[in-house]
């Protein structure tokens, strides 16, 4: 049971240049979200997804796309990149909206510079 | 507006040095408080879940209470493995369903 993973663990970015931060789970979680940690910030939310083919708006969603094709896989696209959004990023799987708990397994992290 | 304010923002202990930090927030519908623990270079990893206000949960040497408007995480006697920074996350009710609202933690530093 590998829990949740993320790939790439770093990656450099240009500003303009786009790339996809993939992420994925096998414990068969309904919901998946998307954080990003700048130093004294705390995490915030970029989007979050409720089942396969559902996905919404988190805090700060601009210039971030997603989709949910699977229940395994939730990646977050970076349409041009940005250095505002230098951060690690997080990607995170809970049990789901209804019913059970709802504490949230976090993967490694990705850290992005866009320079 | 929805918020989660986390205080000290650092809290450097002795070795045994019992503490507590502290976790105030304002949400409308909560549906629970959680705390988190994160070591550096790593995401965050799940302690506890909290429902209720007079609720509390342990586990080694912490120990969370919650209050309507507020919880704490008690360390007793700490060791310098519990260094780490401290998250505290609040779960309420939103448009598509519900959200999650972290504080900027607490970072604990233990001494030997």
């Known amino acids: 049971n590998a829990g949740v993973t993320q790939t790439p663990k770093f990656q450099v970015l240009k500003t303009g240049q786009s790339m996809t931060l993939q992420c994925a789970q096998d414990m068969n979680h309904e919901y998946m979200s998307w954080y990003r940690q700048d130093p004294g910030m705390g995490l915030r939310l970029i989007h979050y997804s409720v089942g396969a083919g559902i996905t919404d708006q988190g805090e700060v969603p601009n210039g971030y796309n997603v989709s949910r094709s699977t229940t395994e896989d939730f990646p977050l696209r970076l349409l041009s990149a940005a250095p505002s959004q230098t951060s690690v990023y997080f990607c995170?799987?809970?049990?789901?909206?209804?019913?059970?708990?709802?504490?949230?397994?976090f993967g490694p992290g990705t850290r992005l510079t866009v320079t | 507006e929805d918020q989660v304010t986390q205080s000290p923002e650092a809290l450097r202990l002795q070795e045994g040095e019992s503490s507590s930090l502290n976790c105030s927030y304002t949400?409308?519908?909560?549906?629970?408080l959680f705390w988190y623990r994160q070591d550096p270079g790593k995401g965050p990893e799940f302690l506890f879940t909290?429902?209720?206000a007079g609720e509390e949960k342990e586990k080694e040497r912490l120990k969370a209470t919650l209050t309507k408007k507020e919880s704490f995480l008690h360390i007793t006697a700490p060791k310098p493995e519990d260094s780490a920074t401290y998250l505290c996350a609040v779960q309420a009710r939103g448009t598509g369903g519900f959200k999650t609202i972290f504080g900027a933690g607490t970072r604990l530093f233990v001494k030997a």
């Open positions: 995170a799987s809970s049990l789901g909206r209804t019913g059970g708990s709802y504490e949230q397994y």
């Open positions: 909290l429902y209720s």
């Open positions: 949400v409308s519908g909560l549906r629970g």
